[in-house]
């Protein structure tokens, strides 16, 4: 019969067969005849185990019994293989100038579908006007801020398990903003007189006043 296991499993086929005299039984996997060994047990008997089965395992078995008259085979049973999602390339930290576009991008194996969930800090994130894909392999930010700064994860999910990727830190850059410029007054004779400015921006800064 045909079976779907989870990765890691033991699968065992049967078959059961009569006729005249001593029975000979060859398993097959995808019309490959199997030997022992490995995680292949029982190639030659009616009984036929996969221990700590992979994707590479799913196929199609068969089993071959022939005596001193003749040769016939089974039918076939199909072997599915459900392996929990695993990341195979992981989302990189990017550094970038506020106003840029910037994009995440995972790369997962497991068996399909697969659903994907972007997390800023831990935060689930949602599509909006700046925000596209965050539910899918490719999270894209527009118009970047600083407050889009912080550490960006992947989870994802499938009928078997769930994974979630490195964190991936989004650094952005500004150059310096003049938010409070310096106020012209009037000084005394002799007396102190100071200016200042008030910056923001990606730091450190340096300054240099002019007359």
């Known amino acids: 019969?045909?079976?779907?296991?989870?990765?890691?499993?033991?699968?065992?086929?049967?078959?059961?067969?009569?006729?005249?005299?001593?029975?000979?039984?060859?398993?097959?996997?995808?019309?490959?005849?199997?030997?022992?060994?490995?995680?292949?047990?029982?190639?030659?008997?009616?009984?036929?185990?996969?221990?700590?089965?992979?994707?590479?395992?799913?196929?199609?078995?068969?089993?071959?019994?022939?005596?001193?008259?003749?040769?016939?085979?089974?039918q076939t049973a199909t072997l599915t293989v459900l392996t929990p999602p695993e990341v195979t390339a992981q989302p990189q930290s990017q550094t970038v100038l506020a106003g840029a576009t910037t994009t995440f991008t995972v790369t997962a194996d497991g068996t399909e579908p697969m659903s994907y969930e972007w997390r800023k800090n831990d935060i689930s994130l949602v599509d909006d006007g700046r925000i596209q894909g965050s539910a899918t392999s490719n999270l894209s930010l527009a118009e970047v801020g600083f407050s889009d700064m912080g550490t960006y994860r992947c989870l994802i999910h499938n009928v078997v398990g769930s994974v979630t990727s490195d964190g991936a830190a989004l650094t952005v850059l500004s150059p310096p903003i003049i938010d409070t410029h310096p106020q012209g007054q009037d000084a005394l004779l002799g007396r102190p007189f100071s200016l200042s400015v008030a910056v923001s921006g990606t730091a450190p800064f340096s300054f240099q006043w002019s007359k």
């Open 1 to 74: 019969l045909d079976q779907t296991v989870v990765a890691g499993s033991t699968v065992v086929f049967e078959t059961l067969a009569g006729g005249t005299g001593d029975l000979s039984f060859q398993w097959f996997k995808n019309d490959v005849a199997l030997v022992e060994g490995g995680q292949v047990s029982g190639s030659q008997t009616p009984r036929l185990a996969l221990a700590g089965v992979s994707a590479s395992d799913g196929a199609a078995y068969s089993c071959q019994v022939s005596n001193t008259v003749g040769i016939v085979t089974s």
